[in-house]
């Protein structure tokens, strides 16, 4: 495509290098700018910069923070000793937003992916090591995505795990059928983990209420 | 949403300010720059504050620009007295891409709105009046968008140019089924007004060359 004008061909190059933003959304998105008061670009601008500058990563479990160490790892309320070990921000996110976990979080800051490239050094793995070694920590749950690189990642950090003197109690995230959902379209692998996994029925009862 | 970062959550109101874009792809995107060099998020932002601050309108015609006069007014080539009016910058893309258009533009910014509140003084219909009347134009052709609020904008234009002492001969864009397009799935108003608005059949063949 040709653009009338170099400045706006310049900020459609920028935009779109976004994941999922095309040069036909970006250049929306630009006329859109354009048609707003200045203090609108202004204000995107400087988040922008502001929080590629400024944020942080808790030195305790590599969450995003504006802080040295995070909310959750100064929350002396939590149980410190149940750690839940994820791929990114937003899976702490979500996981938080379920209300019900009261421990605290190791974020990897992805899997292992051969494919990607993505290599056990990549990832925040040795400073968990660490965090085993020099806290009081009785139990590490794996939640991350039910995915080949996933899976690697869990065996990879099991292991790593069961070698070190104060070797934790090592879970992983049920899988099984999500609420809400019908029998007959769950994939069978899942359906027969579920039925592999399966919880006595007075445990289940309580978890419904 | 609870976010881990103040940093993060007002990057994300910043971004999800954008049409289209939601809290969610907001995320995403920052998560996205975090792992970005500094240099991505930094040319992102200079791009967005410069395109601004710096933008031209062609003082002619209205469409985006870097200089006063922009390079299609500016061209000799073109045939200055043949004036294709149309809403904005995107649709001066598009028949420039057809490569098949030689005269110059007049960019509304709009069409008229009651619903969107856009009356005639927003837009630059009195730029146009006077480019009739100061500069030698033969022909206003009429390109906005095919639907109601077009249509309106069409003949408010008709009847305005139709006062003036100049008035120049007017055309619309042909509306008919489009290149490639099956008979059977063309609705009904675009199917007669394709059989009314019939082209002598030599002179569709000398087009389709």
């Known amino acids: 495509m040709e653009y009338p004008s170099k400045l706006l061909e310049e900020i459609i190059d920028q935009i779109s290098q976004l994941p999922g933003i095309g040069k036909r959304t970006a250049l929306r998105l630009a006329l859109y700018l354009l048609k707003q008061p200045e203090e609108q670009s202004e204000s995107l601008a400087h988040s ?35 750690v839940c070990v994820v791929e990114d921000v937003r899976d702490v996110m979500a996981i938080e937003n379920t209300g019900e976990y009261k421990g605290v979080y190791h ?19 040795d ?29 990879y950090l099991y292991k790593k795990m069961g ?5 934790p109690v090592v879970s992983t995230i049920a899988r099984g059928i999500a609420v809400g959902e019908e029998l007959e379209y769950t994939d069978e692998i899942t359906l027969a983990r579920s039925i592999h996994n399966r919880v006595p029925f007075e445990k289940a009862i309580k978890q419904n209420k």
């Open 163 to 167: 070698q070190l003197d104060k070797a």
């Open 107 to 125: 974020v990897l800051g992805g899997v292992i992916s051969p494919i990607e490239g993505v290599s056990p050094s990549d990832l925040t793995i």
């Open 48 to 82: 922008i910069l502001k929080f590629k500058k400024e944020i942080k990563q808790c030195r305790v479990c590599h969450n995003i923070s504006d802080k040295e160490v995070c909310d959750i790892c100064a929350d002396a309320s939590r149980d410190h000793r149940l």
């Open 127 to 155: 400073s968990l090591l660490q965090r085993i070694d020099n806290e009081k920590i009785n139990e590490i749950i794996l939640a991350l995505s039910a995915t080949v690189d996933g899976d690697t990642t869990n065996f």
